[in-house]
């Protein structure tokens, strides 16, 4: 068959699974972000997504895409049958209907998790693979923070992971990801070494900005990509917060030389056991986040990252821990954002704007870790929560807060809190913007975010401060009650580094 008459599938399934959230992630909740079906998926052709890439790349290689389904959500508790049901079915469905396909290529998160399906992607992998045969080349992009199992890398050609945490390269990795498709296509064959060391965590967590260990990795990995026989060394760190054997950082090395591509997996596999040095596990509480704050001197905001309940780990975004700090501490200048509370964003909306009331924020989901705040506070303002992301992150895609409200605790130099129906993490400024709030003009930005919001935000900060005020995404692993992780495994159990 020709080039130019080459037909590839591409679709893409994302979510990122906290296993420790009680509120299963139901089909509306993909509002946060996007689920697109068909032809809808050309909506994505010029953002920073997968999708995109895969675009770009299939025009340049002449090939004609058959759209499947785009679907992405915020990371959160596990997937609900009916929705993993209707979107597995609806993604078989498409691809039957489009039979027979040359090639798919696949945007996964690499750690979603459902009710009934702890490995659902190699699932959803494996369902693709039994519709299209052991012929037909699979490549699927993954997040850096993927948990990887065996039967992933089995039913797949190739697996490829992001570079970059913040993760601004969503679109570069569909293109490579794009480009592997292509060598499988032109006759090139793969086979893959996984190995995954006894850590859930390595590498400060895979930040590379600001660069750290994991930059040194990458710029290896791309070295033995140089080699002959190898096509692709995909490093992922893990999402700790999954209660799942096979969570914790992995390599996949793939390429035509199976002895040379598991050397080296197994290089990377040391590599990861040598550098646990750098995984912080111990963080400030809110109270000494706070004070050592409002003691830093000069202009620029300092952002407060409030990790431990970051949507981006799948937490429900509903703690007030540090938001009671700061009002304990009487700061000013200050907002919080966000805090997902539907009853508060309700009760706002009744009072209407300009008014004054009582709410009580947050500690709707965990009481016992995160107990609600009540406050008096000024309606702000309203909104419907839409806006578009100008980047770095997520460049040029509509995501969705839901019906949110813009508090006001004491003056109008006080503290201002962003109140929303859904749990998302703060990564772009126009966040802030819709509530009519321009980040480099605030003094404090206590932001529900880990390393995500520094793409954005640490360009316009005077510092940058990493808070467990407590939650589901804490880094104190050990408290979190796993019962289907494999064991040992650090930090709860001590490594063996002979």
Request: proline share 7%.
């Amino acid at each position: 068959m020709s080039r130019q008459a080459r037909r590839v599938a591409i679709g893409c399934v994302m979510h990122e699974t906290n296993s420790f959230n009680r509120r299963a992630t139901r089909l509306e909740d993909f509002g946060t972000r996007y689920l697109l079906r068909g032809e809808e998926l050309w909506d994505l052709a010029h953002t920073n997504t997968e999708i995109a890439g895969f675009l770009d790349e299939a025009r340049q290689q002449g090939w004609q895409t058959v759209p499947l389904v785009a679907a992405t959500c915020a990371p959160s508790g596990p997937l609900a049958q009916e929705a993993w049901s209707e979107l597995l079915a609806d993604l078989l469905a498409r691809l039957m209907a489009a039979a027979p396909v040359d090639g798919v290529l696949l945007g996964l998160h690499g750690a979603m998790m459902t009710e009934s399906e702890p490995d659902a992607e190699a699932v959803l992998l494996e369902s693709i693979r039994n519709a299209v045969g052991e012929n037909t080349p699979i490549v699927a992009t993954l997040d850096m923070h993927a948990n990887v199992s065996p039967r992933m890398v089995a039913a797949s050609d190739a697996l490829v992971a992001y570079r970059s945490y913040p993760h601004v390269d969503q679109f570069d990795t569909g293109r490579r990801g794009a480009q592997l498709l292509a060598e499988r296509l032109e006759g090139a064959t793969f086979t893959s070494a996984l190995r995954q060391p006894a850590l859930l965590d390595t590498a400060a967590h895979g930040r590379t900005s600001p660069p750290g260990p994991m930059n040194e990795l990458l710029a290896e990995a791309e070295a033995f990509e140089a080699e002959p026989g190898i096509a692709c060394v995909s490093l992922q760190i893990g999402f700790p917060w999954s209660d799942f054997p096979y969570a914790g950082p992995s390599v996949v090395v793939s390429g035509s030389d199976p002895q040379r591509c598991a050397a080296v997996a197994d290089f990377f596999s040391r590599r990861y056991e040598a550098l646990i040095h750098t995984v912080e596990l111990d963080y400030p509480d809110a109270k000494q986040a706070v004070a050592e704050a409002m003691r830093a001197p000069g202009e620029g905001p300092v952002v407060l990252a409030d990790f431990a309940d970051n949507p981006s780990g799948g937490a429900y975004g509903d703690s007030p821990m540090l938001l009671r700090a700061l009002v304990e501490a009487k700061a000013t200048r200050t907002v919080f954002a966000t805090l997902c509370d539907e009853c508060s964003v309700a009760r706002a909306e009744a009072l209407g704007v300009g008014a004054h009331g009582t709410f009580t924020l947050g500690g709707r989901w965990a009481p016992e870790l995160t107990p609600p705040m009540e406050v008096e506070a000024e309606v702000v303002c309203l909104s419907d929560g839409l806006f578009t992301c100008e980047g770095p992150m997520w460049t040029g895609t509509r995501q969705s807060l839901g019906p949110s409200a813009r508090l006001r605790i004491g003056g109008v130099d006080d503290i201002d809190v962003i109140v929303t129906s859904r749990a998302l993490a703060v990564t772009d400024r126009n966040l802030l913007r819709l509530f009519g709030i321009e980040p480099a003009n605030v003094r404090l930005l206590a932001l529900k975010s880990r390393n995500h919001c520094r793409a954005a935000f640490a360009p316009l900060a005077q510092s940058y401060q990493l808070v467990d005020a407590g939650g589901i995404a804490s880094m104190r692993l050990a408290s979190l009650p796993y019962r289907q992780l494999r064991r040992p495994v650090w930090p709860l159990d001590p490594i063996d580094h002979e």
